[in-house]
């Protein structure tokens, strides 16, 4: 198993939300992205949608994995820094399974999906 994916949770994620094909929606490529403790820089695509929140990761050491996170996992929301611009973090699961923090201008697209009480 892949040092990076261990760290980052990524492989956490990808059993319990594991993507068998990309859904529907609003595609971005080469997005940094950070899951745990490990950032992606440029190597993950993001599909948003009404399913959920779909994450492709080639990282440059390890295997690429796919998760597609349902709305309904994403528990709290926090504001952060990627990078230093402004992101937010996304806890996952209930316990929480992991963290996956995405740029503002991401969860600008992600917000329609979330709940109320989320945004």
Known sequence: MPLFAQMSELTRLARHYPATERP???ERFKQTVK????????????????QGFYLWVR?????????????????????T???GRR??????GNPVMG????????FRLMASYLSQDLR
């Open 87 to 92: 992101a937010m973090r996304l806890s996952i």
């Open 59 to 79: 990282p440059p050491l390890g295997r690429s994995l796919a998760v597609l996170i349902p709305w309904d996992e994403v528990r709290e929301i926090q504001r």
């Open 35 to 50: 899951i745990g403790a490990v950032r992606y820089r440029s190597c993950v695509m993001v599909t948003v949608g009404p």
């Open 99 to 106: 963290t996956v923090t995405v740029y503002e201008e991401l």
């Open 81 to 83: 820094r990627l990078y």
């Open 24 to 26: 529907e929606g609003v």
